[in-house]
């Protein structure tokens, strides 16, 4: 089936990196993007940016601009994304989830169609 | 950047109620909107895609509703499994995404 699955937990002190996989299955990887959203403890849902698995083309949030940085093996289905300099305020549950185009009577919208499992990421001392 | 709120941020329903949670754009985005679902410790689901439109698998107690800029998803009769948190999602904005802040549905 279609799915994607993400890498473990991670326990980071402020100012390192962290590297998050997500890797798909059951559908042609390089045919759609793959995006990334994140949730703080007890809130809501922050869209990270995204990346054609096609091309690798990217773009990501103005606020985390410089920070991160989003690939793709498509040897391996996989996705990844790197967030450096870590911060406390970066400790979230981490989700990839594969764009896919919806067509409607409207005409083709872009959803989130599919979600990894998500991957808790802790900033700490 | 397209801004997204939603409202209530939170109610309290019974089973078998008829509930509705709106969403707002701060400007116009036709038809370019979605609607998840996500329960405690888990992954958002979706649910409605082009403001209307049912993803497959989804029970048809949920519709969505709305263009430009107001939106809404409806509950026809709201199930014990459906107490969760909605979140609406514009797809307006080529590859710059938003979320609303969220809807918690739970049990009164």
């Known amino acids: 089936q279609v799915q994607l699955v993400q890498s473990g937990a991670e326990v980071k002190k402020p100012g390192a990196s962290v590297k998050v996989s997500c890797k798909a299955s059951?559908?042609?990887?390089?045919?759609?993007?793959i995006s990334w959203v994140r949730q703080a403890p007890g809130q809501g849902l922050e869209w990270m940016g995204w990346?054609?698995?096609?091309?690798?083309?990217?773009n990501y949030a103005q606020k985390l601009q410089g920070r991160v940085t989003m690939t793709t093996d498509t040897s391996t289905s996989t996705a990844y994304m790197e967030l450096r300099s870590l911060r406390s305020d970066d400790t979230a549950v981490y989700y990839c989830?594969?764009?896919?185009?919806?067509?409607?009577?409207?005409?083709?919208?872009?959803?989130?169609?599919?979600w990894g499992q998500g991957t808790m990421v802790t900033v700490s001392s | 950047d397209i801004q997204m709120t939603q409202s209530p941020s939170s109610l309290s329903a019974s089973v078998g109620d008829r509930v509705t949670i709106t969403c707002r754009a701060s400007?116009?985005?036709?038809?370019?909107l979605n609607w998840y679902q996500q329960k405690p410790g888990k992954a958002p689901k979706l649910l409605i895609y082009?403001?209307?439109s049912l993803q497959s698998g989804v029970p048809s107690r949920f519709s969505g509703s709305g263009s430009g800029t107001d939106f809404t998803l409806t509950i026809s009769s709201l199930q014990p499994e459906d107490f969760a948190t909605y979140y609406c999602?514009?797809?307006?904005?080529?590859?710059?995404?938003?979320f609303g802040p969220g809807t918690k549905v739970d049990i009164k």
């Open positions: 999602q514009q797809s307006y904005s080529t590859l710059l995404f938003t």
């Open positions: 059951g559908y042609t990887f390089t045919s759609y993007g």
């Open positions: 989830a594969r764009l896919g185009p919806r067509i409607a009577v409207a005409g083709t919208v872009d959803a989130f169609d599919i």
């Open positions: 990346i054609s698995a096609y091309n690798g083309n990217t």
């Open positions: 400007q116009s985005i036709s038809s370019y």
């Open positions: 082009a403001a209307s």
